[in-house]
């Protein structure tokens, strides 16, 4: 397992993922981090108030999700599974459109995929794998793998869960990526649960090892240490740009929280599990590294904490602004082109709304 | 075991369809439940809550996610003499296994001219309702009905729910077993002996003169509550309760029009190309004579199910149903 | 290239589909071929018949052997900016795809609010009649009629294979492209310049006055027999090709309807929650008053596709759609 | 590779698949082979002749069949492909029934499962993987895994061909049976061929090695050695049988044919090519090993070409005599317990083939 920053913070050097990162870099990230995680747990706090229908906490993936993030360049091109909060962050997606999915106003989230080169969420489990190869293939037809032209080089980042290995679509998925050597890296949060399930329960060998089977190389990263992600992550995304094909890496980290708010999981495992986890919290652990540096000065907490509140207050009054869709909004963007039949009964239900405004 | 539930207090659904399940594993050792999270967890809805603890996990099975490997295993498991009952977790995740459920289960039977059998019942959380996000809200019974082989059935109450999921167990036909699952929470008495109804026979809930009023599953509920309205305007609804979308008992429901020349459909899924499309298909056909006014379909609309805030005024409510009995009414 | 084909001779619909493919990836660089066999082979069916060879292997993809694959990598490419063409090589292997077909291709542009485009034609040779073995004379249709942001065609002629599979490619929307393979090698003139009549328009191909016949596909060579037959007992067929299944030209039906008084409809797909009924379900509420019969579903039975060598009985022959017109009459 | 049998014949030993065996097996597995071609080049002639609509040859492949059917047990249990006329052999089930299938008279051939221990014919790509691990997951509940008596632990063997190990399906199949230990042998036969693709196009590793990736070993053989696949195939189903859990075969083969008696491989493959592999013929290769070992007498040859003509005659009259289904038996055994609307249907359709009598 490639571990750059260890459980007390210490860094490490690691032969095939050399790192050289400056202090403000770090820093940077430990705002994502920070950034990330209030995020979460201001959406959480949103959805016990009954503002949200649904969420799906990302703590303890932070670290996986803005390793990941940090290492794509705007080219780049990711398909997110339904917890990428952080790699969203990342694609300077504002939250809100997130919450947007979560408060039932919207399918899936209203960001522009093309603006932030980002697909929608894809709850799913496993079809945005073989979205993400289709893409790649778009990519090598352009001309943009291997060219040499760094700012136009394309990689595509396919993110999953241990769950979606199982799936026949993760596993197509790789096939076509290695048939056609195509500038995918598949980034596998394995966060040890699928819902109540444990990852044993789809695997016997370690979930990275699947990728040599199907011929490309797979690594295992710790995902509660941010470096690394960004380390391993830049290299898979490099070897993909530059024609040398897929990667699997899987990021080994831990759902710190149920799988989503109508979840519980006491049910399904220990909180003993759940500590010995939270010793492995990537928040703390760059934190600790920074402080053994001397870089955590108290203006720079200070400014975090008044951004993550800042943050915090936005969304809670975002959320609550939010907009009541309207219902003749489902007849929108059924088609391109609008058929008969649907101009007609989007006009009985305009009718049916209308004849209730009149007798309330 | 927790047969203390069965007693003549109100049970919700999912109690009704726990016991279900319970007893079926109770009365057949080649009973197997097979799912994702269907063990420990006991289900997101908790319906095989308590079943692996008490039957153990090779017969309650956490299975790897992935649908068509559960859908395809529980064929392999039916050859081998077992009845498997699966559990597809929402209904918007059994389309990874259609491909086994239609050229497979489906067909099984008829390719080994009846030396294969395939007693293998799914189980779907099905319909909207609920406030859920993308891929929770599917009423995909049509795709199911429309291939020949399987069976579709879909229970209203408690009672229902317990006794159709014991026959549908018992079935040595494939039954694709759609719970209503806003009804999941409603309670209701249950006869834990009684004598079922036929699993495929359509019930009268209600008699009525003017109009025959038909739902199943999510839509009975709001049937009946709009047949009370409607009483209160002086109109006698007949409301019938299919139960089984395939086979649907024609006979019944063309009697009732019959009776009362006018028919009205109520069902989450899309209008075109749907159940309610079939129904009045044949009712037109064989009750040609006695209709006074087309039939009328009140369903989801044909788009996408949208986003949960604007559902109840997707769904077919009860203001719809009261509605599209007027127009009936006002040919 | 084969441009000498495009001339004023007949020629079979697989030759007027290899024109279209050829013209649409000569008109836009971002069309793209993509199934399995379609390369050095062709296609079973050599629909694809020296695409490769002419445009190259990176826009006529040999694919590996999956069709969640196919259709999943095809919402990529669509994504960024292509236009994918799938070939799925026979209707009974459409089934691994039904996925990505209704979960994510039918659904990405109303998710994205109008955002994404999926300008996807899956291209599915499909029904009977052909000797064939087991999946390969399958009728779909009504799977993916009954998903909303789908279009579904299914053209009956040289001439509208041709214009059809240029429109579909062309389309924004994505629309699953049912070639007849039972017509293959039936051959046509066509106006390769032709102005094209609208993708989802019905054509009425036959006036008459006492029965409308409506089929699509492979059924229309069937109704047109029939109607000539029937002329010589002295009845007026109006014959009406659907050509597209969704959306469906309800308004040419029932314009028909309204005049003739009476429907009868031929389609391989099963009857149960297929496509007849649908259109029965319609022109019963749109054409009440005009009915003088019941509308009648000529149609595949509601069994599993038979063995090759009872086809011919299980289909719906020009014998059964000369029944159901009597029957029709006999009201 | 694994190899028993040279290209010329000359026994090899192997360390892990050691195999013993008489002279009397050693010519019974050479009349097997050439019965089995036998009935492949009749069915061949009776398409030609209009007899069979449509015919799948297994020649080239008759090696890797007859191996592993004869490495079977009579408990274990087989699902095949549209190919798999050795096995089937092996597994006496009369060609005629196989033929039936191919002629149009049936759907899936009409032997029954249970009598052979082995499934009808699976036309759909990769769909019997999966019943093999549910039939599997049956065995393992019903005791017969590792419970020591050799004559009730039973394994199941799953076929399919290279192209394949592209569905979803097969590699769920491979989670289901690592994930639960099942008592699998995957058999690839990897002829070289997806109809015109090329196994290249579906693996750009050797496709043993996708075995790894999952968790269980793989092993490729000589396919068009008859010992070593029986040797390997052995070993495996021992194992299987005996709770070590699944392993997958890669039989190297050819497919000496076109695809089905539809297709024209000319379009996509060179003469070369096919010469090449016909140097390579399992049945020759099994000559010239009895051949030296003076066990091919003109009594054996006679009897076995005398059995081989019988088998021919037999199958063209068998062939020629199947009585047409009747229409009518499309309604049976659609259900258990027949419908309402299919029995009316059913009347329909015999009112109206009746109807059609009394006018002929
Ligand atoms: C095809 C499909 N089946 C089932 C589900 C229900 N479901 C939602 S999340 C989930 C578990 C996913 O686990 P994993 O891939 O590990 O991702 P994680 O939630 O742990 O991030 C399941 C079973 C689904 N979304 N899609
Ligand atoms: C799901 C599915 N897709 C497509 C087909 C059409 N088809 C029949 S055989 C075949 C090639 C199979 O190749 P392989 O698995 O290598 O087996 P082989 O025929 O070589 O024995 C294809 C594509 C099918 N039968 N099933
Ligand atoms: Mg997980
Ligand atoms: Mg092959």
Redesign the interface.
């Known amino acids: 397992m490639i571990q750059l920053l260890d459980a007390d913070g210490v860094r490490r050097d690691h032969p095939d993922y050399p790192l050289s990162i400056s202090d403000g870099e770090l820093r940077e990230l430990y705002r994502d981090l920070v950034l990330v995680r209030r995020i979460d747990t201001e959406a959480t706090a949103l959805q016990r108030q009954g503002e949200l ?2 969420w799906a906490s990302l703590a303890g993936q932070e670290g996986a999700q803005i390793g990941a993030g940090r290492a794509l360049r705007s080219q780049d091109y990711v ?1 997110p599974t339904y917890r990428e909060h952080g790699v969203a962050w990342c694609r300077d997606i504002d939250p809100v459109h997130i919450l947007e ?8 989230g ?1 960001w ?3 603006a932030h080169n980002m ?2 969420y ?4 496993g ?1 945005q ?14 001309g943009m793998v291997g060219s040499g032209d760094t700012a136009a080089d394309t990689a595509v980042l396919a993110c999953f869960g241990d ?7 993760t ?3 790789f ?2 990526a ?2 056609s ?1 195509l500038p995918v890296v598949f980034f596998c949060q394995n966060n040890q649960w ?4 444990p990852v ?6 370690p979930l990275y ?7 490309f190389p ?1 690594v295992r990263v710790d995902g509660n240490d941010v470096l690394a992600c960004l380390a391993v992550t830049r290299r898979a995304l490099d070897d993909a740009r530059s024609g040398q094909g897929p990667t699997l890496i899987e990021a080994y980290t831990y759902r710190m929280e149920a799988h989503t708010t ?3 999981p006491t ?2 495992r220990n909180a003993d599990e759940v500590a010995r986890w939270a010793a492995r919290d990537p928040i703390d652990r760059l934190r600790k590294h920074l402080d053994s540096r001397g870089l955590l000065d108290a203006r720079f907490l200070d400014s975090v904490g008044e951004q993550s509140e800042q943050l915090a207050v936005r969304l809670r009054a975002a959320t609550r602004a939010m907009p ?4 003749l ?9 609008q ?4 101009a007609q ?1 989007r006009g009985q ?1 305009r009718e ?2 209308d ?2 405004e009149e007798v309330g | 075991m927790a047969a203390h539930i069965r007693g003549p207090e109100p049970v919700s659904m999912v109690q009704a369809l726990n016991e279900a399940l319970r007893s079926s594993l109770e009365d057949d050792p080649k009973v197997l439940l097979m799912g994702e999270d269907i063990g420990a967890l006991g289900g997101v809805f908790r319906v095989t809550a308590g079943l692996a603890k008490d039957f153990g996990e090779a017969r309650v099975v956490d299975t790897p996610l992935g649908e068509a490997g559960i859908i395809g295993a529980a064929v392999g498991l039916a050859m081998r003499g077992y009845r498997p009952v699966c559990e597809i977790q929402f209904d918007g995740f059994v389309f990874p296994a259609v491909d086994q459920l239609v050229t497979q289960v489906a067909k099984l039977r008829n390719r080994s001219r009846g030396l294969l059998s395939m007693p293998i019942t799914v189980r779907i959380p099905f319909g909207g309702g609920i406030g859920a996000i993308e891929h929770h809200s599917e009423s995909p019974e049509a795709y199911f009905a429309h291939t020949p082989g399987l069976k579709v059935v879909a229970p209203s109450t408690p009672a229902d729910a317990f006794a159709m999921l014991r026959q549908a167990i018992a079935s040595d036909d494939p039954v694709i077993f759609l719970e209503p699952k806003r009804r999941y929470w409603d309670k209701g008495v249950v006869d834990w002996t009684a004598l079922a109804a036929p699993l495929h026979a359509a019930a009268v809930l209600v008699t009525g003169s003017d109009v025959t009023l038909v739902g199943y599953g999510p839509t009975v509920r709001t049937c009946l509550d709009a047949s009370v309205v409607a009483a209160q305007e002086g109109r006698s609804v007949e409301v019938i309760d299919l139960r089984s979308i395939s086979p649907l008992d024609t006979s019944t429901v063309v009697e009732s029009v019959r009776r009362t020349g006018r028919l009205v459909i109520a069902t989450e899924a899309h209008a075109s190309f749907g159940p309610a499309s079939e129904l009045a298909a044949r009712v037109q056909e064989q009750a040609f004579y006695s209709l006074e006014a087309p039939v009328l379909r009140v369903t989801g609309y044909d788009t996408p199910y949208p986003p949960s805030r604007i559902e109840e005024d997707w769904l077919p409510n009860m203001d719809r149903i009261l509605d599209a009995i007027d127009r009936s009414l006002a040919y």
Chains 1, 4 share one sequence.
């Open positions: 229908g649904l398909f999915l979560f408060r039932g106003v919207s399918l899936a209203g522009d995929p093309s697909n929608l894809t709850l799913v489990i079809s794998t073989l979205h993400s190869v289709g893409f790649a293939m778009g990519v090598v037809r352009d769950g979606a290995t199982s799936q026949g679509d596993n197509e998925a096939v076509w290695a048939a050597n699928a819902i109540s399930e044993e329960k789809q695997s016997r060998v090892q699947r990728a040599a089977g199907f011929g797979g109508s979840d519980d049910r399904y009541e869709p309207d219902p909004s489902a007849f929108d963007h059924v088609y391109a082109e058929t008969a039949e649907l009964q239900m049916f709304l004849s209730l």
